[in-house]
DNA sequence: TACAATTAGATTGTACACAATTATTAATAT
DNA sequence: ATATTAATAATTGTGTACAATCTAATTGTA
């Protein structure tokens, strides 16, 4: 059974938010609150507004901070699997590349082998901000007050749905 | 406990990932597979880029998508109220009502009575447009393949921590 | 070996998001 | 009554996202 219909039917049961049967039946499922991608489009744009505070520090916006635990855990890579890691296009990758060597997080550099890729790599200082980052997750994790139970459930579920994409 | 941490332990118990001890007690929580928020953020874009092809037909974008929602809904309410409803503010909703309203969507009117507040209304054609929309969330849910267990638990874990936002 | 098809990035254009600031109006506190 | 404060939108500036298009390099193939 489709995911919506779940959801709508789970709302009809509980005999919420509903006018008319016919109404009810018709466009529950246009209602927000009978909406599946609604909290998780909300969530994940709450999650990254809780992250600024820390990473202002660091002087990295939430992109660029996935972008830099993919380099440290790579180190070199090209922008293809970079996009691939972090599901981002060249639209999003390229300006963003730019503006991270210009802080000297890392270097692009044409492929001599193949000139069609662009191979990013870590620099020093980029290597370096991990040592400011590593306090990130658990000062972030503090302040989400979600309880393990949930946290792990949601971790399962979402990646569960990644592998489909 | 925090999330973070969670997660992290469960990656640890599953003993994955790790390079050397040190390395990873000081540096797992920076892995991009042991984040919470990441699949967050991807799963949420990937949501919305489903839908595109939906909304295209009646020629919405996802933002206005939900902002018909809440119109559908209430008929009437002013900026503030939409913004709290779609946790988005002024400088997001300006320009994407004015959009909505050359498109005959909606009116805005400042109100008589508190000069401050900017009334949306919802038109006939607003109105008229719910008609079209109706098969969405089950055509979307059909291309979603989530279980039922999990659309459910999901919901019920975002609506949670949305509370607390 | 030409040449079509494919691949990788860059570019362009549109649409959010949101922080910070400004302008207007309303409420309130002397 | 006036000065102060608060509330509500609009504006401005920065930073994504992503579709569509373009260019250059490489690969497959007749």
Redesign the pocket.
Known sequence: MASNEIINNKMRKEGTHMKTVKEGETYDCLRLENQLCFPLYVCA?EIV?RY?PFLDEIDL????YIAMMALWDKKKL???ELGDML???????????K?MEEKGLLT?TRSKE?????IVEITDKGEALKEEAKTIPERLGSCLSMSEEDAGKLYEILHRFMGTI
């Open positions: 744009k507004r600024k916006t939430y992109t660029q090209n922008v293809k599901f981002l296009d060249s639209g999003t990758l390229t300006p963003l590349l503006k692009r193949d000139e069609r890729n662009l």
